[in-house]
């Protein structure tokens, strides 16, 4: 069996004003911050000598590939990327960026906010545009029935509230 894994799909190129903005910071802190500082510890390294049995010189080599390959992604990724600023001409529909507040049958809520799959961060209840969950919400309005397929079964949710930051 071989190792060959095809590249993921980078999914969909939207992304929020704050999802981009943080994409730039962690571009700058990468390529003006942590960087320069990487390659000042593999040089002083190099400096000791006999290069091959240097630990500090093959993890800060190892560091500087694992940083120049992030600011590679991240630099294609941000022209690709489209910024949604304007808010949709129905804001009484779920539609990319809105804040949804969900309610199962036994009456518990949810709220996520849907967004780019570069943002997503479950903690912070910011759900893809391509998961399932965003998917079926898309285009439903207030008081709507959303089913889902989950992992554990098919789970229905009613949209009890939805807004635009």
Request: proline share 7%; glycine share 6%; aromatic share 8%.
């Amino acid at each position: 069996m071989s190792r060959y894994r095809p590249p993921r799909t980078a999914g969909t190129p939207l992304i929020t004003p704050e999802g981009e903005a943080r994409l730039r910071a962690e571009l700058h802190e990468l390529w003006h911050v942590r960087r320069p500082k990487v390659t000042q510890a593999v040089s002083e390294a190099a400096a000791q000598g006999d290069r091959s049995e240097n630990a500090e010189y093959t993890y800060g080599k190892k560091m500087l590939r694992e940083i120049d390959s992030r600011v590679r992604f991240l630099t294609k990724r941000l022209e690709n990327l489209k910024v949604v600023r304007d808010r949709p001409a129905d804001p009484g529909k779920v539609y990319f960026g809105a804040w949804v507040t969900l309610e199962d049958d036994d009456g518990e809520q949810a709220r996520y906010r849907i967004v780019g799959p570069d943002e997503f961060d479950l903690k912070q209840n910011l759900i893809s545009i391509d998961s399932p969950l965003a998917r079926a919400l898309v285009g439903k309005a207030l008081d709507a029935e959303v089913r889902v397929n989950t992992p554990t079964g098919e789970m229905t949710w009613y949209v009890v509230e939805i807004d635009y930051p």
